[in-house]
């Protein structure tokens, strides 16, 4: 089984609203990631987890505040977003070790910050 | 600097001919090389990717990849589209030496499979 689930699918917000997004992974995977995608554009990297331990922030603006309750589960939590934060969030997993490196992939969460 | 390069922003390519998508990077070190694919309105699904061992890799949908280091280049190839394989392809790769787990991404290829 190589699924990572996100919810919600969609969501939109004002620039006021506090919410936040979900990511869920039961592979057992070391790390995890956020990443924030714009239309036909390649990902680009939030946010990556070790062991439960954020070890990469890309000078993200602090609206967007990331957290990791355990190894299975990754939020991001989201606040004051501007809206040209819309776009699609996407969470991933790798199991990094034994030639397994690649990430596996949410369905995405399609924010739209009005 | 480390980079990946698709040279083509779309490729077009009659369904059941053979069909490349193209991908050069350029890294430090040695090279964790991987494609994905990403249909319309949905997240990125891992093809295929080389780690070590043969230079032929085969991958999910009937895809391969021949990983080329004196070229640095990762083509993803398959015998015969379908018109179902119509999406956007990005190739990445990754430093074995970084210890960030990060994969620098390139720009993506539309591939178009025309019946």
């Known amino acids: 089984d190589t699924e990572v689930t996100q919810t919600p699918k969609h969501l939109v917000m004002g620039m006021t609203n506090k919410k936040s997004l979900k990511c869920e992974q039961h592979m057992g995977h070391r790390a995890m990631y956020w990443y924030k995608q714009k239309a036909k554009k390649p990902p680009e990297l939030m946010f990556v987890?070790?062991?439960?331990?954020?070890?990469i922030n890309e000078s993200v603006p602090s609206r967007f505040s990331p957290e990791c309750p355990n190894s299975s589960l990754l939020n991001l939590h989201l606040h004051a977003l501007q809206p040209e934060d819309s776009a699609l969030y996407l969470c991933?997993?790798?199991?990094?070790?034994?030639?397994?490196?690649?990430?596996?992939f949410g369905p995405g969460t399609r924010l739209t910050v009005t | 600097a480390q980079s990946v390069a698709q040279p083509e922003d779309q490729v077009n390519v009659a369904e059941g001919n053979p069909l490349t998508v193209k991908c050069t990077y350029s890294?430090?070190?040695?090279?964790?090389l991987f494609w994905y694919v990403q249909y319309p309105n949905r997240g990125l699904q891992f093809l295929l990717k080389?780690?070590?061992?043969d230079n032929l890799v085969k991958g999910s949908y009937g895809f391969e990849a021949e990983f080329n280091k004196s070229q640095t280049s990762f083509h993803l190839k398959k015998p015969s589209a379908l018109v179902s394989d119509s999406a956007l392809y990005f190739c990445?790769?990754?430093?074995?030496?970084?210890?960030?787990?990060?994969?620098?991404w390139g720009a993506g290829t539309k591939l178009i499979i025309k019946p």
């Open positions: 080389y780690i070590t061992g």
């Open positions: 991933a997993s790798s199991q990094e070790g034994q030639g397994a490196y690649e990430q596996y």
């Open positions: 890294v430090s070190g040695n090279p964790y």
């Open positions: 987890y070790s062991y439960e331990k954020l070890s």
């Open positions: 990445a790769v990754r430093d074995i030496e970084d210890s960030n787990y990060q994969l620098i």
